[in-house]
């Protein structure tokens, strides 16, 4: 049975790296030792061992060791013998095509369905929906497809930000993109802010975390989902 947390991001405001979801990640890793870190994401340009080792201090908090995907000769082998997963933020282009490079996309797909518990967050959590389409990165690399793990039947929007009824910017808000977005894709898309996160256990998806999140179908006016609810009856 799947059991994913999926975090609009790793960090809020005023709080360390995964300081505000770390006691939810204490139970949700309680029955592992050492959790496989993939972070081909690069957040602010890091090296993978200077990623790496922020997870590493991070989770050494929890008596949990950290290791690598770029620290193994076959990155496949690890994610099929990995205890957890853990796919960090930065840029879901460059993410999705170092998976694609590496040929794990469908390791990963076996390793969750068999029950090894994954935390995303951020560009980690858009690549457990049906595509990475909704992401707010620049395209700096071409991965080969927009396709992702397809773990969630819906996308996600990480970093959901609500317009500024007091801003003079004149660029589109995320709420205009994502109406962009459903003139061309039928995928609904969830809008997840920052402190929010999903808990994702076999079919049922519960929203956590202090704030409602938005949802954005198809030809549907935007509703707001609120925290501690079951959210999968909206994809049925």
Not at 42 to 68: C, L
Not at 91 to 109: C, G, H, M, R
Request: proline share 5%.
């Amino acid at each position: 049975m799947k059991k994913l947390i999926v975090a609009s991001t790793s960090t809020v405001h005023g709080s360390g790296y995964l300081a505000y979801i770390l006691p939810t990640l204490t139970d949700f890793f309680k029955e592992v030792s050492t959790i496989l870190f993939i972070p081909y994401a690069r957040a602010s340009g890091k090296t993978y061992d200077e990623y790496t080792e922020i997870a590493r201090n991070t989770f050494a908090t929890i008596d949990k060791e950290v290791v690598g995907i770029h620290e193994f000769d076959n990155p496949k082998e690890a994610v099929l013998q990995a205890e957890a997963i853990f796919t960090g933020g930065g840029n879901t282009f460059e993410l999705v095509n170092q998976l694609y490079k590496n040929d794990i996309l469908p390791d990963l797909t076996t390793a969750v369905e068999n029950g090894t518990p994954y935390l995303g967050t951020s560009a980690g959590s858009n690549i457990c929906g049906v595509t990475m389409m909704n992401t707010n990165d620049m395209p700096i690399v071409y991965p080969p497809s927009f396709k992702t793990l397809g773990f969630i039947p819906f996308n996600i929007n990480a970093h959901y930000l609500d317009p500024n009824p007091d801003s003079t910017h004149m660029g589109e808000t995320r709420e205009t993109r994502i109406k962009e977005y459903h003139i061309f894709n039928e995928t609904s898309v969830l809008g997840l802010r920052e402190g929010s996160w999903l808990e994702v256990n076999g079919n049922s998806i519960v929203l956590r975390g202090n704030y409602t999140a938005r949802l954005f179908q198809q030809n549907k006016e935007a509703v707001e989902l609120e925290s501690d609810k079951e959210i999968s009856q909206y994809f049925n």
